[in-house]
């Protein structure tokens, strides 16, 4: 099952971060999908020891990724980009909350 879930958070991470990163633009939809994993894996680490160390860097790489494409675009898609990076940021952080420390 872990596997699973780190696969399907890589998976949304991919398709929100990729069309960023080859300037074709904000997918809304992947963005939500992204934020649903993320919660997803919250809820299941709830109860773990750890957290899988492949979903550790992933979580790690979002918002840095997704801030470095900001600066693709200009004007209000940068600025959009860049609030959606802080989403994902809070995301993570409510995740990790919920997670053993």
């Given amino acids: 099952m872990a596997t699973d879930l780190i696969s399907r958070l890589e998976e949304a991470a991919d398709r929100f ?3 960023l990163r080859m300037n074709e633009g904000f997918d809304e939809q992947a963005l939500l ?24 860097l992933i979580l790690a790489e979002l918002h840095p990724a997704i801030e470095a494409c900001a600066w693709l675009y200009e ?3 940068r600025q959009r980009i860049q609030e959606a990076g802080v989403m994902v940021s ?4 409510a995740a990790l909350d919920r997670a053993p420390s």
């Fill in 17 to 19: 971060v990729m069309p």
């Fill in 33 to 56: 999908t992204l934020e649903e994993e993320i919660d997803c894996c919250g809820t299941a680490w709830r109860a773990a020891d750890h957290v899988p160390k492949r979903a550790a």
């Fill in 75 to 77: 004007g209000d898609m």
């Fill in 90 to 93: 809070e995301a993570v952080i």
